[in-house]
């Protein structure tokens, strides 16, 4: 139960320093387009924290299914808390975000939505992707909370016992 409330903890600050890296970099460049280097300099950092929140607990029971579970459920809760900030954000510039390039397939959708505000459109479209982006977000964590358990096993206090 400790663990658990520990990788809520650690996810939930992740979720908050990415969440606040996410709003930053909007106030900053606004029109930034998520290229694959912003993603991967925006996610990678995301992912290690994952490993190595696996790595530890793996280290700490000598159980390795103790790796995926913390990286799953750490990965979960920084999206949940990731995923406000978006939406959060989103809302905040929704002026300069919809100018964005690669929103302009949602841009182009929106006169055919049926929806006479952009921003309730944009709302429902965030909403309802959230699931799906959760659970991805919750796969990834789990593969990488299984990397890096795998990396903690041989240091951890059961194998050095």
Do not use: H
């Not at 579970?69 to 954000?89: H, K, S």
């Amino acid at each position: 139960m400790r663990r658990n409330t520990q990788a809520v903890a650690i996810g939930g600050a992740l979720g908050l320093v990415f969440g606040a890296w996410n709003i930053i970099a909007a106030e900053l460049a606004p029109l930034a387009d998520d290229t694959p280097a912003a993603l991967l300099a925006f996610y990678g950092p995301m992912f290690i924290a994952w490993a190595a929140a696996g790595f530890i607990a793996v280290r700490k029971t000598g159980r390795l299914r103790d790796g995926p579970r913390t990286g799953a459920l750490v990965a979960f809760v920084t999206f949940v808390v990731l995923t406000a900030f978006v939406i959060a954000r989103v809302n905040l510039v929704l002026d300069l975000t919809s100018q964005r390039p690669d929103w302009q397939n949602l841009m182009a959708r929106y006169p055919t939505s049926g929806f006479r505000s952009l921003r309730t459109y944009v709302n429902y479209i965030y909403f309802t992707g959230a699931p799906f982006k959760l659970l991805v977000a919750t796969a990834i964590g789990g593969l990488f909370g299984f990397a890096g358990g795998c990396a903690g096993l041989p240091a951890s206090r059961a194998a050095v016992s």
